[in-house]
């Protein structure tokens, strides 16, 4: 290497050194030439008991935490960028971070001039509140997260993650496209929604609204009142939860649920399987329209179980009441169906194509045939009802 290149050289690496140091603020050359200009700005506000503290960013994050303080504390993290060094300190110095009461509110924000073209500016806030603090927050494009909160919050974004966790009120988290997560809260509702992104709620207690259009949505332990876990496009799980009624459903994807227990319970799929294990209500309806189904260990005395295109399995736990009434089907598929001990009650078992067999005693009505049984077993008030309409049905005792 020549000595003029060596010299080049040397010169830009000076520049470069020199860049951070300049007017007052963090700034960085990034890729395709472009500069970034970097400012830390703190402000405390005194905030009123019971009071809401809103914030809003147009692109950056928001994270509002709760304490044992008498304050409203905003570290505000600023950051330009732009086609030069000048311009980016430039528009970072006309930045400003507002703290501005508003009737029982305070509204944290920032204000500046438009950007310009080929320009930026992204404000992320870190805020500590007292814990009693209602919370509403938001981010246009950038991830939210409260804790630690003893009121109710309101979180959003339409492009990030939205989380909260730890939380003693109620709570509307909603994100455009992003996930949606919430572990720890009590309070009278629980709403998560996401338009595209995983939905997940944990340690829950309060009406839940949980509900994907493109992912996952897990719930567990939860409790304390109605839950309703939707999703358009992706599986849904609940697992040691109880409720009062509780609607679980799926348009593309498998529901599997465990160790669930309540007045009223609906499982569905529009096109995948449906499990349900070692759970109990007073009524259990499930349903599949492409897709398999089976139940283990479940205890109700009202069961309704329709598939269109899949085989159904079915078996009672030991605490389960011997006067049932079942009526299970299938378009295309077998049945196998294992009685709780004790079951009384009359059967009609039937399909179009295949075989019907019981390994239980049942007094014979009328006529029957290799696809039909009716008949009766024992003397009780029990109804058994199972149909298909293309695969072969057994009726099996109880195994504990």
Not at 6 to 26: E, I, Q, R, S, Y
Not at 298 to 311: K, M, Q, Y
Not at 363 to 390: C, E, K, M, Q, Y
């Amino acid at each position: 290497m020549n000595t003029k290149s060596n010299k080049t050289m040397m010169f830009v690496g000076l520049v470069f050194c020199l860049l951070p140091a300049a007017g007052g603020c963090d700034v960085h050359v990034g890729g395709l030439g472009k500069a970034e200009c970097a400012r830390t700005v703190r402000k405390r506000a005194a905030i009123a008991p019971g009071s809401t503290v809103v914030a809003e960013t147009q692109l950056g994050s928001v994270s509002i935490k709760g304490a044992q303080v008498a304050d409203c504390n905003v570290v505000a993290e600023i950051v330009v960028r732009a086609p030069t060094q000048e311009r980016a300190k430039q528009i970072a110095e006309q930045v400003t971070i507002l703290l501005e009461p508003a009737e029982d509110s305070l509204i944290v924000k920032a204000d500046h001039p438009a950007p310009g073209l080929k320009c930026s500016v992204s404000v992320s806030f870190e805020i500590i509140v007292p814990a009693e603090t209602d919370v509403r927050c938001a981010s246009s494009y950038g991830p939210v997260k409260v804790a630690d909160i003893t009121a109710d919050v309101r979180a959003t974004s339409a492009s990030g993650r939205v989380a909260a966790e730890n939380i003693d009120g109620s709570v509307s988290l909603k994100s455009s496209y992003g996930s949606v997560t919430c572990r720890g809260a009590d309070g009278r509702s629980i709403t998560l929604k996401t338009s595209s992104g995983n939905v997940v709620a944990e340690n829950i207690k309060g009406s839940l609204d949980a509900e994907s259009s493109y992912g996952s949505v897990t719930c567990k332990n939860v409790s304390g009142g109605d839950i309703r876990a939707v999703s358009s496009s992706g599986k849904v799980t609940i697992s040691k939860a109880s409720f009062d009624r509780c609607d679980a459903r799926t348009s593309y994807g498998s529901v599997g649920a465990e160790g669930l227990q309540g007045k009223w319970l609906k499982l569905h799929s529009g096109s995948g399987p449906v499990s349900l294990a070692e759970s109990s209500a007073e009524e259990i309806s499930l349903s599949s329209s492409y897709g398999r189904i089976t139940c283990r260990a479940i205890n109700t005395a009202d069961l309704n179980v329709t598939g269109a295109s899949g085989d159904i399995s079915i078996t009672y736990s030991d605490s389960a009441p011997g006067q049932i009434a079942a009526d299970v089907k299938t378009s295309y598929g077998s049945i196998e169906f294992a009685a709780p001990r004790g079951f009384a009650g009359r059967v009609d078992m039937s399909t179009s194509y295949g075989s019907v067999k019981t390994d239980l005693p049942v007094t014979v009505i009328g006529p029957t045939g290799r696809d039909n049984i009716t008949g009766s077993i024992g003397d009780g008030s029990g109804r058994l009802r199972l149909r298909s309409g293309s695969g072969s049905i057994k009726l099996r005792q109880h195994k504990s």
